[in-house]
């Protein structure tokens, strides 16, 4: 028996579906036709009085969820500028649309148009930099719908396919190229790389650094305005506190320019000092990669090195404390030492018939 429009069975049970404000909407409606049909004609008076109680959404376009989204990043982000670079490039692609004319298609499209973009330096955008922008997308449509610019759950970037998670560069510094970076560092900048390659602190908490989070005397430094947004203490070797007493106590900033102000910008200089020992590659971020696997080489637990940088769990200490390949060459080579010396290559038996 054909049903009534508007109408469907699944198992012994009726569900009804009717439209309001250009969405469809399904329900339960029990276990007759009967009541299946008196729902459905008291959902479509409803829809036609006004009185169903769906709100309805306004039409938001981009732009207009994109100022709110950048601002509510202000406020609740450390760092807003990479959400802002991000709908930087997103409104050359979706300005002037409405929010909720954003499809799936739409963005696989942006995605395809980024990873044909060429930066300044000529290299084309990595996977790892459209992952980033999707999964800022993806927190703009989520916050939007909170807020009512979207239908709850509406959000086009979730069935996108996003490129897998970078598993990162593997940065080396021998000593060799440490002493010719730091060679090529001015005075200015030197005791800061120094202390970034001993300590595993962040630049940022480097350059905020004030001497009285420092306790030379019991080898830590006090950290409070950090990436997780929880305080930590920072334990110092010796070649750590060494940088420090070599800068001289003062009042402030442990790390002042000429004028005494503290360095908001030093990468103007760490990328001549870079130049200059030909590691053109490396970025001041990977001396933290450095610190990393210096530990893991001498031994350390991959919970030593997680407490040591800050990370609340392992699985982001996985991408810092990796192990060169050379190195992990001459772990393996290890194994020579307890190998065998009985031969594996036998001769070729020779056949019966030629005995």
Excluded at 156 to 177: F, I, N, Y
């Amino acid at each position: 028996m054909a049903l009534p429009r508007g109408i469907y069975k699944r198992g012994d049970k009726f569900y009804i579906h009717y439209y309001c404000d250009g969405h469809r909407y399904r329900e339960s409606a029990g276990r007759t036709l009967t009541a299946a049909k008196k729902l459905l004609a008291k959902r479509h008076n409803e829809v036609d009085e006004g009185r169903l109680g769906i709100k309805k959404v306004p039409k938001v376009t981009f732009e207009e969820a994109s100022e709110q989204f950048l601002e509510y990043c202000r406020q609740n982000l450390k760092d807003p500028a990479r959400p802002a670079i991000t709908i930087g490039h997103a409104s050359k692609h979706f300005g002037g649309k409405n929010l909720k004319d954003i499809t799936s298609w739409d963005l696989e499209l942006y995605k395809k148009a980024r990873r044909n973009t060429t930066m300044k330096n000529g290299k084309r955008i990595s996977d790892s930099t459209i992952r980033k922008e999707l999964l800022h997308l993806n927190r703009l449509f989520v916050l939007a719908g909170e807020w009512g610019m979207l239908p709850q759950g509406h959000n086009p970037v979730r069935t996108v396919k996003k490129p897998p998670e970078s598993k990162g560069r593997v940065p080396e510094l021998s000593e060799e190229e440490e002493a010719q970076l730091l060679e090529g560092c001015s005075s200015g900048i030197r005791p800061i790389v120094k202390l970034a390659i001993y300590s595993g602190c962040r630049r940022g908490e480097i350059l905020g650094l004030t001497w009285d989070r420092v306790d030379m005397d019991a080898g830590f430094l006090y950290l409070g305005d950090t990436k997780t947004g929880e305080p930590r203490a920072v334990p110092l070797c010796e070649t750590a506190l060494e940088v420090l007493r070599g800068i001289g106590h003062c009042e402030g900033y442990v790390f002042q320019n000429e004028k005494g102000a503290p360095y908001t910008c030093i990468r103007a200089s760490f990328n001549r000092a870079k130049k200059e020992a030909a590691l053109d590659g490396l970025t001041f971020h990977d001396l933290r990669h450095v610190f990393a696997s210096r530990l893991r080489r001498l031994g350390a637990s991959l919970g030593d090195i997680a407490e040591a940088l800050g990370h609340k769990g392992v699985k982001m200490t996985l991408r810092y404390a990796h192990l060169s390949p050379d190195y992990m060459k001459g772990v393996v080579q290890r194994l020579d030492q307890t190998a065998t010396k009985t031969a594996t290559h036998l001769p070729f038996p020779v056949s019966a018939q030629n005995e």
